[in-house]
């Protein structure tokens, strides 16, 4: 008996769970600290609005805001709003649950609005009668508005919150949108429409149908695509990004020029900006101009006390969150790991290879990082993925070897 006893005591004493707090060590990497809701909710405490420093990665991404528009948005709601809470976060789709957690750990009561790695806009409202701020109903129909009206679907994130504030400190004006919104997409009137557009496109369609059958009898002749049409299509693609670089280029300039930031910062600005202009005065590739955008990314991150550019290996035009993909050598066990974008990610997995920027200077075209290194400034740094003193060597050796 007493044998049975001390297995049994042994046993729970291996399978009892470690408390999370527990199992974390004590110096995490910033980015756990970072991503928790007791940070998100102490800063809460202190200003109404938390902005994750990923959410800066792009001024060209609907998906993120800059640090002024984030600025005007603490503004708003520490003057107009109070009582109205504002976290825009990495964490995917802002689940529900992590905004209970920020709202269970903050000090502060009312509404609290967490956005996620999406455009999508949820809330979670403080326990109590007396809630300060909008009523749940206003918020409701606040939050429908802004992530269900149509004419809202390709906003981006930072006009999106903004008719959110417009509406939360207007009770009146939510409940005109959200009634208009719900009687312009009646569901019972759009069925009755379809059935009456249907009934009359039945001819039509028997005809097109017919001559579809009709068509398909006959050869269809194929027209091989010549060289020459890729060149030509290649060329206008190549001008165009060209023209939009040389665009951009003088603004970065007057940037720079005015720029009255710390001198560490303003010195990385200039570096990279020169870099820039001197790539793009002497691109002959499509790679090279590939290259001065990502310089120019660099100057922005410098200019905007942002985090420094994310680019995905492949191609740093590529959109979506930068994450770790595995590469391995074809008949060999060495392997290697670079920052990947989505889709990127998914074709390595599926072994497909991935849509990289092509290099034609050294005859045809071919993936930018088969290029030798000593031969290509970007093959050598992945773009800056690699390496970071991607500015530097551009500087000191120019894109080329």
């Known amino acids: 008996m007493t044998r049975t006893l001390t297995a049994l005591f042994v046993s729970l004493l291996v399978l009892w769970p470690v408390p999370a707090s527990a199992a974390l060590p004590s110096d995490a990497n910033a980015t756990s600290r970072i991503l928790s809701p007791l940070v998100v909710a102490e800063h809460l405490a202190e200003e109404p609005v938390y902005v994750h420093p990923d959410r800066y990665v792009s001024t060209e991404s609907s998906l993120v805001l800059s640090e002024d528009r984030a600025r005007d948005l603490n503004d708003r709601v520490t003057e107009e709003l109070p009582g109205v809470y504002l976290a825009v976060t990495p964490w995917p789709n802002a689940p529900r649950s ?58 981006d994130l930072g006009d999106r919150l903004d008719i959110a504030l417009d509406l939360l400190g207007d009770e009146e004006a939510a409940a005109r949108e959200y009634e208009r919104m719900s009687s312009d997409g009646d569901p019972g009137g759009r069925a009755l429409s379809l059935v009456v557009v249907l009934l009359a496109a039945l001819p039509l369609v028997g005809l097109a149908v017919w001559a579809l059958r009709r068509r398909a009898l006959r050869p269809v002749r194929v027209v091989p695509l010549s060289e020459a049409v890729v060149d030509t299509v290649d060329s206008a693609a190549r001008e165009e990004l060209r023209r939009e670089l040389a665009r951009d280029l003088p603004s970065y300039g007057r940037r720079v020029a005015g720029f009255k930031g710390p001198r560490s910062r303003a010195a990385k600005a200039l570096a990279a900006y020169e870099a820039a202009a001197r790539v793009l005065d002497t691109a002959g590739d499509v790679s090279d101009l590939v290259g001065v955008r990502v310089l120019l990314d660099h ?103």
């Not at 000090?107 to 967490?114: M, N, Q, S």
């Not at 455009?119 to 326990?127: P, Y």
């Not at 074809?330 to 670079?338: K, L, Y």
Request: glycine share 8%.
């Open 98 to 155: 992590m905004g209970t957690a920020v709202v269970n750990r903050s000090e502060a009561e009312g509404t609290f609005l967490l956005v996620g790695d999406g455009l999508t806009v949820i809330s979670v409202r403080s326990e109590g009668d007396k809630v300060p701020g909008p009523s749940s109903d206003t918020v409701r129909m606040v939050l429908a508005v802004v992530n269900q009206r149509p004419d809202l679907a390709r906003a």
């Open 299 to 401: 100057c922005e991150a410098a200019l905007t006390a942002g985090p420094s550019p994310r680019h995905c290996f492949f191609d740093p035009r590529h959109q979506g969150v930068k994450a770790p993909a595995s590469l391995r050598v074809p008949a060999s066990p060495r392997a290697t790991t670079v920052p990947a974008c989505p889709d990127c990610r998914r074709d390595v997995h599926a072994h497909v290879p991935p849509r990289a920027v092509l290099d034609s200077s050294y005859g045809l075209p071919s993936p930018y990082y088969a290029v030798p290194a000593e031969q290509s400034v970007w093959a050598a740094t992945g773009y800056g993925t690699l390496a970071p003193d991607l500015v530097e060597r551009v500087l000191s050796g120019g894109a080329r070897g």
